[in-house]
DNA sequence: AATATTTCCGTACACTGTACGAGAATAGTC
DNA sequence: GACTATTCTCGTACAGTGTACGGAAATATT
């Protein structure tokens, strides 16, 4: 097993990481590497294009060199998703208006969604604590620090928000992707106003005929999530 | 082709159908046994249990025959979501409250989604508009009619408000799936106050130092999702 | 009876994750 | 320098996936 070990009963034993003896073949790869190939893979070409074998091709190695970096799929998907975490900024310091901070680590997390898009399909299956997501909660209670409330509820709040965003973004990008295939869009257009107009549906018809000014998802997500977070009670 | 149709390039001929001619052979088995097979496998095994050949086994097919009744595997995942919406009450009388009314429908989606723990996941990557996802959805705009918004924004309400179900219960599935393995849970318990005791999380060590009351996952939904309407305008 | 149409499904193929094990490379020991 | 223990590399193989193809069977129309 390569440096930074992983396998074993204890699915938290990923992270820590085990000191190489010196003995042995050195590693020719990274699990880091290897890594950022997978996350390559998928924002450019979607998560199922992340199979073993494509990612052995990228980086350069043969499909089973693979499993000493990582003991299966599903731990590199969770590499994946912590790798990804790392581009959220840890650090940068807080206003001390809560309600703000916490708006602003809600639109962070929704820009890293927006930029890997397979991300809340990801999060949907996974939990994922590897160290840049703790970084990142660290840094969430950092800023909840002012509102008194105990320690489950901060945690409830941060799980609550990422599983907020997470959804949001995951329909805003299935929108985009309609609206990408102008054929499609065009189609479920035309199959909606059908609906409408079978009579059955009058409320759908009203929407469909009043529609509004469009609304940008931006616009959308910032409604939603200030309602969001200025509900919160402050214990 | 069968009785109720689908193939094609135009994706919402699915919902349509098309009459059978007469001619040819009678179908042996109905769109609608196939479906319950797949979303019976899905709730009792798992989304990854709803193979071509295992569904075909279940209703006593053939796997190609499935073939007949639905163009492709991610027709049939459509096929379940849709077949599932037809479990969520779409006739039953508004209040004339709409923030109680909306609540209420939350908490119906809520509830379906964990009746089928399989449909966060499945609506992440999904957008379906079948006709029992029609029906709620004319129920939610009818809820909606009180407030003054015009119907773009009405659609985007629904959206948002199925998005945040989807999110939050995902979690609560993962939270409620790591917790039944008592070993996982542990060994999660034991890397986290690692985590906290390296003293690089100070403020994780400070929220599992002062862990409160447990909440339970149906009043924290309720809690944000109240927020949520609460603070929708009324246009 | 012939024909057109539709459904049924066995076979086959490309692709998936990964178990196995043989070979190569390195470090420590004599 | 030889030997041994350890570690990583990766070719081969296998069970399982979605589904294309095409022949056989069944039905309604002619």
């Given amino acids: 097993m390569v440096s930074h070990d992983g396998a074993g009963v204890d ?3 990923l992270w820590l990481g085990t000191a ?3 003995r042995g073949r050195k590693p020719a790869f990274s699990r880091a590497a290897i890594t950022a190939a997978a996350v390559a893979l998928a924002d450019a070409e979607g998560l199922d294009a992340v199979t073993m074998r494509r990612v052995a091709a990228e980086v350069g190695a043969g499909v089973m060199s693979l499993y000493s970096y990582a003991p299966d799929k599903e731990t590199l998907l969770e590499l994946m998703v912590d790798h990804v975490s790392g581009e959220l900024p840890a650090d940068e310091p807080l206003t001390g208006d809560w309600r703000a901070d916490l708006k602003a680590i809600g639109h962070l997390q929704r820009a890293l969604m927006l930029r890997h898009p397979w991300l809340p399909a990801a999060l949907t299956t996974r939990r994922t604590l590897g160290p840049h997501a703790l970084a990142f909660l660290e ?3 950092a800023a909840l620090r002012p509102t008194r409330l105990d ?3 901060k945690l409830e709040v941060f799980s609550q928000l990422t599983g907020f965003v997470a959804g949001h973004v995951g329909y805003e990008i299935a929108q985009s992707a309609a609206a990408e ?3 499609r869009a065009a189609a479920e257009a035309r199959y909606l106003a059908a609906v409408a107009a079978d009579g059955h549906h009058p409320e759908l018809a009203a929407a469909l005929a009043a529609p509004g000014r469009p609304l940008t ?3 959308t997500f910032t409604r939603f999530l200030d309602r969001l ?3 919160l009670d402050t214990g």
């Fill in 151 to 153: 320690g489950a509820a």
């Fill in 217 to 219: 998802p931006e616009a």
């Fill in 139 to 141: 840094r969430a209670l």
């Fill in 11 to 13: 699915p938290q034993q």
């Fill in 229 to 231: 977070i200025d509900g």
């Fill in 20 to 22: 190489r003896t010196g």
């Fill in 181 to 183: 295939a102008p054929g």
